[in-house]
C-alpha cells in the first residue's frame, strides 16, 4: 500500500478574482458573494482543504465556509464600495501547504426597474421542455 506525500500545494484557478455585484440592503445580508476554489492533487487527507479569509475583512462584513469556500456578506453595502479579500486554502497534511488568492468586489448600484411592461416580440412560441427537467 502506497501512501500519498503532501508534495502538492492547493492551488486556486487565478491568483485575482474581480467581481461587480449589486448594492446589498439589510434584506440581503448573508446571500453568497462568490466562491473562491482551490485545488490539491495530493490524495486523502492531504487534499482536504479549508478556507478563511485572511486579510481585507477587517470590520466582519464578510464570512467564509470553511470547506465549500463560499464568501457571504455579513453586513449591509452600498454602491461604490470596494473590498478586497485575501482568501486562504490550506491542506491537512503533514506539513501543511497553503496558498492565496485575491477577491476584489466592487459594489454597483441595483438596476432601476424598468416602467415599461415586458412585450414579447411574436404571438406564438413553441418551445419543448424535458419532462424530468430542474424547475428554476
Known amino acids: 500500500h502506497v501512501q500519498d506525500e503532501n508534495d502538492n500545494t492547493?492551488?486556486?484557478?487565478?491568483?485575482?478574482?474581480?467581481?461587480?455585484?449589486?448594492?446589498?440592503?439589510?434584506n440581503k445580508r448573508g446571500d453568497p458573494v462568490y466562491r473562491v476554489f482551490a485545488y490539491d492533487r495530493d490524495e486523502g487527507s492531504n487534499a482536504d482543504l479549508t478556507?478563511?479569509?485572511?486579510d481585507g475583512n477587517d470590520d466582519g462584513k464578510f464570512v467564509i465556509d470553511a470547506k465549500t469556500a463560499m464568501v457571504s456578506?455579513?453586513?449591509?453595502?452600498?454602491?461604490g464600495g470596494y473590498d478586497i479579500l485575501t482568501i486562504k486554502a490550506i491542506d491537512n497534511g503533514n506539513p501543511q501547504k497553503w496558498s492565496t488568492a485575491r477577491l476584489h468586489v466592487e459594489w454597483i448600484r441595483k438596476p432601476?426597474?424598468?416602467?415599461?411592461?415586458l412585450?414579447?416580440?411574436?404571438?406564438?412560441?413553441?418551445?419543448t421542455v424535458a419532462e424530468n427537467a430542474k424547475v428554476y
Do not use: C, G, Q
Not at 10 to 18: A, G, I, L, M, N
Open 10 to 26: 492547493p492551488e486556486f484557478k487565478d491568483s485575482v478574482y474581480r467581481i461587480s455585484l449589486p448594492e446589498r440592503d439589510r
Open 51 to 54: 478556507y478563511s479569509i485572511v
Open 73 to 79: 456578506s455579513r453586513k449591509m453595502v452600498t454602491a
Open 112 to 117: 432601476v426597474p424598468s416602467p415599461l411592461a
Open 119 to 127: 412585450r414579447f416580440t411574436a404571438a406564438v412560441y413553441n418551445f
